[in-house]
């Protein structure tokens, strides 16, 4: 350091509490923490049981460990706009209309975006490797790609600008109407013939033809991204507030703020 | 393992995005966070 | 980090500032050093939403301009009004065991489904998990009795079994086990 440009490192980042609080995660707390570590564990599992132990499939062979990724992201896209629904409905209708809600919808539908999307393109890889063909427009992919496309339209509408509020009543009323695709697509295979198979698992008639070691590592790919969709969701979220806190400061806090920061921080 | 390319593309594709994307979430929370006090935030 | 120590992008504006500010890091951050952006128009969103409308109406005329059925079972060919033979229509059944055959490029079965059967000739090497005793979707028209396919795609059953354990009883059957 020359004597011409004093403090530089002295103020930026000497505070104690900052520096801690950087290398844990500012978003992150003792429980989310816990379900991360757990969702770590847990796709590990998956990868192994997915990759290893699981046995090829009769007929699809090896293609069959495709599901084990495909069936959990689609459930957590369901999980992640069901949520995404319940959080809008209780922005708008609580008294308090308090935006917690509303940034837990955001957050969800933004996780539940990524994973729809990882659900298509998995879904075409084991396609070709199935069907022989990477898309078909059946009932049921189409009506995915419209739920992903739905999807897509609210996390847009989201940004359309205006007060936090007003975002939260717009697309608090698209989060509502968009959650009723959901049956739509998953029913699709029942109400339509389509080319994709119906579920395995989740069918009314409650018997599962699948074999015992490939039913567990789908059951570990549902809970592993379970966690992860909850880690997400928790973070996101709280991303949320903290750029809301931003977009609400103005120039003269920000300006404050620094002030404080180059004299606090020659203390710290 | 038959069709191991696109098996192994899959699990990549997968969880590479997950990765990504928290990668970016951690980066948006730091640069937020950064003038934010812990004691001002609702989950602390 | 790249704000983290930059005393040369101090734009002029800070000087008004002048002695209190010394020292002061003021070099650009991109949240806090912005104005309140809600009151901009925002074009990136309004781009996204012309372009998630146009998806959402090919993704709609895709499917709806097709009929909202997939397929017509074998039996239903002829039979069904949206089934008629003049069309390229695609048709469902399970490959008879023993009826695939190769003729140089041709692939040439016969695809049951409900007591009918039905034989198929398709100009190439179907692709997927294409063999006997597995239900298929042919797209092709019909000319006299067979049905000239174009596309195939084989269409799994959701059901899940270990190779090791059910190759044994279904390598020495000369039909086909029975599928739901």
Request: proline share 3%; charged share 20%; net charge positive.
């Amino acid at each position: 350091m020359s004597a011409t440009v004093p403090n530089i490192q002295s103020q930026q980042g000497v505070d104690a509490s900052w520096v801690s609080r950087r290398w844990r995660g500012i978003t992150s707390t003792g429980f989310s923490r816990f379900l991360g570590i757990l969702a770590i564990v847990l796709t590990v599992w998956l990868v192994l049981f997915g990759l290893i132990f699981s046995p090829p499939d009769i007929t699809q062979q090896s293609s069959v460990r495709i599901m084990y990724i495909h069936v959990p992201t689609a459930w957590v896209a369901y999980l992640a706009f069901g949520v995404t629904g319940l959080s809008s409905a209780m922005y708008l209708f609580r008294k308090k209309h308090s935006l917690i809600w509303d940034r837990f919808a955001g957050a969800s539908a933004e996780v539940g975006v990524m994973f729809m999307g990882l659900t298509l393109v998995t879904g075409a890889l084991w396609g070709r490797l199935t069907w022989g063909v990477y898309w078909a427009w059946d009932a049921r992919l189409t009506t995915t790609a419209f739920l992903f496309v739905t999807y897509v339209g609210y996390l847009a509408v989201r940004r359309l600008g205006g007060s936090h509020h007003a975002r939260a009543r717009r697309s608090g009323v698209l989060g509502l109407l968009a959650v009723l695709e959901i049956p739509l697509v998953h029913f699709s295979v029942k109400l339509w013939r389509s080319l994709h198979q119906e579920a395995s698992v989740a069918n009314p008639s409650g018997d599962v033809k699948m074999d015992g070691l490939m039913l567990f590592s789908l059951f570990v790919g549902l809970i592993a991204f379970s966690s992860l969709y909850f880690w997400l969701v928790l973070h996101r979220q709280r991303v949320m507030y903290l750029e809301d806190r931003y977009e609400d400061a103005d120039l003269d806090t920000a300006l404050a703020e620094r002030r404080a920061e180059s004299t606090g921080g020659s203390h710290g | 393992m038959d069709d191991a390319g696109f098996i192994f593309t899959c699990y990549g594709v997968t969880l590479g995005a997950v990765a990504l994307y928290i990668g970016l979430l951690l980066r948006r929370a730091r640069r937020n966070g950064r003038t934010a006090k812990a004691e001002e935030l609702p989950w602390t | 980090m790249t704000d983290s120590s930059n005393p040369g992008s101090d734009d002029t504006s800070v000087d008004v500032e002048g002695d209190l500010n010394a020292g002061l890091n003021l070099s650009p951050r991109t949240e806090t050093s912005k104005p309140k952006r809600s009151s901009k128009r925002r074009w990136g969103p309004i781009l996204v939403l012309v372009l998630v409308v146009a998806a959402g109406a090919i993704v709609i005329t895709q499917f709806l301009g097709k009929s909202l059925d997939y397929y017509c079972n074998v039996d239903e060919v002829g039979v069904k009004a949206t089934c008629s033979g003049e069309r390229s229509l695609r048709v469902q059944g399970t490959v008879e065991k023993g009826s695939l055959a190769k003729e140089d490029t041709q692939t040439k079965f016969i695809i049951a489904f409900n007591g009918k059967t039905m034989a198929v000739v398709y100009d190439g090497d179907p692709g997927g998990k294409f063999q006997e005793c597995i239900p298929v979707v042919v797209r092709g028209r019909l000319s006299g009795d067979t049905f000239l396919g174009n596309e195939v795609e084989v269409k799994h059953s959701n059901e899940y079994a270990s190779q090791n354990k059910e190759r044994l009883d279904t390598t020495s059957a000369t039909t086909c086990p029975q599928a739901g």
